[in-house]
């Protein structure tokens, strides 16, 4: 049994539905009296507020309760015979890109489509489920046959890499003990189920491919940061090729590459704020050769201090913050974006405060070891050897990220958008600012600081990366959509910051009521999909083959086949009959 | 006539009535004198009287003409109106028993040497069953002219004339609004008897609602949906023995004999019903 459409099955509620009409209906037995007048003045039955009587199984109550079955049936596609009668066929297809990859005998994605029209033709339902991250079905459950080549014929692998492991579940899960399950990839090396036919229509391939791209400002001009890869039994040249988006060529530089060798290359350009093109030469994946590079956006932080300035002369604040990029110190601390100080004082939507000093006179010094939480950006690349810690004994306001013994030394409190890093310090007593992780400590806290500036995060990103804007602050209107490639259209879930998850290469743009807010560019960047040395062909049966289809099974196939007809017949006879009896009791009543 | 009728009714006859009939010569003792074996009274011999009635025996001793009288002997004329609206056919056993009753009665009267007609109360004829609703004898009567001014303003009447002097025998449900006392009253008129007979249904009489109900009226389609709570069942009974009260009263102020029958089989109304409120008396 198998249904075409499943929502139809929604239907169903209307069971209850009568069920409860029929429950709460003012149901009145009737009876014909001679002498009506003498129970007039007796009291009426409530015209309203019903009330659950006893449930009459009633002709009508029969006929209504069949009918929305059938009803609901037919909404579902409810076909017996199909399911019983005819083989099911689930095929797991390999969704990688590097299915798309083209050689002389085609693609693996060519040779799986001809793989599942010519098992499709020995099976009257085909189920299709594409591996990735989320397995998805292309088509099913147990749609017929012939609706396979239809449903393949717009596929084109684009996953990065991925485990095939929850798309096989799933196809196990959707195929009874007599369907077969048949895996298409191009990974010979996959083990798949003792359940699931191996076919693996890979062919080994040179391939080179566009690892990373970035651009990268200078003070004269611009430079771009690209990583080439390449794979092939031999080695390799390819021409990477820099052009403007108007399709002006830039730059063009050969690279001749070892099998499996990364090249790393820097180029120089000039400035420009126009999208850039990088591309490789032709190659058997087309997927991995090109990716368009958005000028990164300025994010620059503000700085002010409100510290005293033997405070700031023993923390070296001037110094460190000149050695990090896109920094700008100001002097009204209203416009910053991160405040330097030494209390903390009230905290301001979308700005970061970092305290840094020891309240009273009491000291503790410290010299480890410390405790710190490796996870928190904060304290990522500290290691605090060689430092005197001396610090003020007390808790601090915020959620400690390192210790020393009891003792918090740096917190970080977060209300909503505001930030505050507490920094237990006394700098006249300390040497943390002389050692080096106080750049990188200030470092960690500007891209705190940078984190919550308003716009995207990252504008150039791989396929899979999560696509970030935050909203101006004080912006309460986070309906927005996203605009795919392909013009597809997806909008926001009303959480504040804005984040898509990225699935197809190309330009996506971010939209409010037609306004583009935001614009990203998503390539593929996969070297375990580029690699197409070790692809091939490989062919492997079911370890536990598919029971054999009974007699009774097919008997049962054969004499249970439901035909919407017959359905539909019988709803019209249950509606018909509804009818009369309604008609009847009618009658009795007059 | 249904044999287990037929039985039933063998074994008993009409009660006697309170006065003396009047009708046509038959073998019923008359209200007046007239021409049975019967003595009632000597009168002096008046120019015109049977010689054979003269009592010579008188004569010879007070050489005085005397005639004797004899009691009369009458063959009573007799109707009985059976009321044929459709609440007396509200069940089958209530349409059952009316018809029986009507026969019984036919019969009773016609071995008692009367001439019983078949009426129907308030328009219609007896003969073709004809379920007519109360009150619409009499558009009918008065669109015809067929009844006298009083029948057509009744509306247990029958359309035809009745004759004076007659036994009339009135069989219905008398479930009415209206009082039945001034119908009662105008059939008594000019009737040597009028025996009102209240035929009910046993529903009727001890009604019993199941869940809630619509009841629904067999005259005129009204519709009452009522909840199956006692007191409202006590109410109607209520009502029902006051309204049999005062049928009872205006069919005694009337003059006439009352009895109420639950409907039933036929042994069963007479033996059980009729037999104790004196309407019948045992054949033998």
Known sequence: ???????????LLALPAIVILHLFRRRLRQRRVAGLFLFREGPLVASAGRRRTRLMRSLSLLCELVAALCAALLLGGLDLGAG????HLVVVLDDSASMGAVGPDGSPADRARAAVAAAAEQAGRVTLVLTGARPTLRLGPREPSALAAQALAGWTPSQPAHDPGAALALALELAGPEDRVLVLTDDPELQPPPRCELAAVGAPLGNAALLSARRLA??????????VGWWGPSAGETTL??????????????????????AH?????????????????????ALDNAALLL???????????????????????????ASLDGVETVTDPAAADLLVTGAPGALTQGRTELVVGAPGTERDEWIGPFLMDRRHPLVSGLSLQGVVWSAAPGELDGVPLVLAGRQPLLAEAVEGSATRVLVDLDPARSNLAQSPDWPILLANVVERARATLPGPELVNVRVGDLLVWRPPHGDVDAACELVGPDGERQPSRGVRPVVFESRRTGLHTLEREGAPLARWSVRFADARESDLSGRGARSEAARQPPQAAGAAAVARGSAGRVEARWLAALMLLAVAGDWLALRRRGGEGR | MRPELERACLRYRLGAPARPLAGRAGDRIGRGTGASLEFMDFRDYVPGDDLRHVDWRSYARTEQYKVRLFREEVSPAAEVIADLSPSMAVTEGKERALRDLVEAFALWIARSGGHPRRLAAGGGRFEDGERVPIGAGVAAGAATGAAAAPAAASTLLPLEPLRPRSVRVLISDFLVEHDSGPDLRRLASGAAELVVVQLLDPWELQPSLDGPTALLDCEDGGRLDVDAAPRIVASYRERLARLGASLEGAARAAGARFARVTAG????MFADQLLPQGLVEPAA
């Open chain 1, 1 to 11: 049994m198998s249904f075409g459409a499943p929502l139809g099955l929604l239907a």
């Open chain 1, 84 to 87: 019983a009668s005819e083989r």
């Open chain 1, 218 to 227: 200078r003070t004269d001009g611009e430079t771009l940061l690209a990583d």
């Open chain 1, 295 to 321: 000028p990164e956006p300025l994010r620059t932080v503000r700085v002010a201090s409100l510290l005293d300035a033997e405070a700031a002369r023993l923390l070296a604040l001037e110094r460190a913050l």
């Open chain 2, 265 to 268: 089989a036929p042994e069963r």
């Open chain 1, 241 to 262: 090729r820099v052009e403007s988006a108007g399709g002006a060529a830039l730059l063009a530089r050969s690279v001749q590459l070892e099998p499996g060798q990364v």
């Open chain 1, 265 to 285: 290359l820097s180029l120089d350009l000039t400035a420009s704020s126009e999208d850039l093109w990088v591309r490789l030469s032709d190659d058997a994946l």
